[in-house]
């Protein structure tokens, strides 16, 4: 039996107008089969009828017309203090009642698709006419009075709220209003910046920035963290809802502990990294940078070639992969002492299971790594701010080499000058790699000289320099770089060029009889 206080209260009249009619039919069925009265207009109300299901026209509702070739529907004071009116005020009903109004207690409305019709190339009269006018204003006044008003936004709110309606006989709880009243503040949130976005761009007069005048985030929190760089930190990972490029935050973490903040930045180089490269592509990240990298004609190779570049710095890595993980590779991948998370676009069941099993190592998979390209354009914050820049995406071709040194490379050399010059770019400078065929075998980072990144790279590749050749990120000031490499056995380096004293370093190259060619591009990353 139904109190009187609930049958005061419960949902009585609903207004009805969506762009997208996902079970729209099967939720207004349901209404009607709780003797709900449907108001609705345009697409929806026809939607409706054709299901055979009773729906009072907008027009009649109010009285009024719909004009301007629709675009005016719903904007109307009877619409408006249908669903305004404060129900805990009695002069509030009383003016109802004065005017012959009566009570909208459920809205449900999405918008008309504007984002969508700027992203598929929409004309500009076509993008205009999908800016909604009616439906954020029904959202907004729903979700203001959410105390007497339920609002649903999207179809995937259907199925709860008709559970809830049925274990409350149609009187949702207030905390469940507010919930809805919350997410129909977002939805319209989203909607008007992306209209700014479109505007701020500049496309209608064709003249789009790069750079906008202004630019919102929207950040969703995913998950907060045990600690952030250390214990004394706290931390917190967020989603943006824009991004539509390859996105770690979209991997799935299959087997290990919870991944920590450090684990996070390490990942961020691994994923950048190893989309980098389109031939079976392993990489060792420690701090981010890599300790270990290296291109094979199948995987577990190498991640071989990889591991051999410094086991030793391997301990407590992260790896990443662009294949995915066969047995063969998961071996090599189990026996290795200590490593602190995986990344993949997949796993094999077989190979899955066996990683699983040291359950102090993380497991994650991407599947979107080789299909989804990375972003256009990144951020990093500064004090009060933030930096936005165009992403390093430059692919440096043979075609675009420029020998200055007697000493002409060979072919193989080529390969392995453009291998690492695409990997040297994940180095933080000042930035020195040496690369053995398509093998990392001795790198300097973060080096506050060239000529210490150099000695650094030397020391770690050991012997393994002897035929080897070199990567810089940016120009020699001086000989001695050139010089510290080629007694280290180096026989080819590339390098951007563009130092005043291009004309020393080439000399020192040429009295050790080795290659160095000139890109033009730098690639710095701080």
Sequence with gaps: MVSNDKKANRIKRALISVSDKTGIVELARFLEGEGVELISTGGTKQALKDAGIRVVTVSSFTGAPEILDGRVKTLHPKIAAGILFRRDIPDHQKELDGQDYKAIDLVVVNLYPFAQTVAKGGSEEEIIENIDIGGPTLIRAAAKNFEGVTVLVQPSQYQAFVEEYKATEGVLSLVSRRSHAAAAFKLVYEYDRAINEYFQGGKSTGTEEEFPVSISLDLSKVASLRYGENPHQSAALYRNAADKFLSLVDSEQLAGKELSYNNFVDLDSVVGMIADFEQPFACIVKHTNPCGAACADKLADAYRDALASDPMSAYGSIIGLNRKVDMETAHLLHETEFVECIIAPEYEDAALALLSKKKQRRLLRLPQIGKTGTADHVFRSVAGGFLYQSADKKVVCETELTVVTKTKPTVAQITSLLFGFQLVKHVKSNAIIIIDGA???????????????????VKKAGGRAQGA??????????????????????????????????????????????????????????
């Excluded at 990392?440 to 790279?457: I, K, M, P, Y």
């Excluded at 370093?505 to 050790?512: Q, T």
């Design 469 to 526: 050749v070199l990567a810089s990120d940016a120009f020699f000031p001086m000989a001695d770089g050139v010089e510290v490499a080629a007694a280290a056995g180096v026989r080819a380096i590339i390098q951007p060029g563009g130092s005043k004293r291009d004309e020393d370093a080439i000399a020192a190259a040429d009295k050790a009889g080795i290659a160095m060619v000139f890109t033009g591009v730098r690639h710095f990353k701080h």
């Design 439 to 457: 093998k990392l075998v001795g790198f300097g980072c973060g080096q506050t000289s060239r000529v210490d990144a150099v000695e650094q790279a």
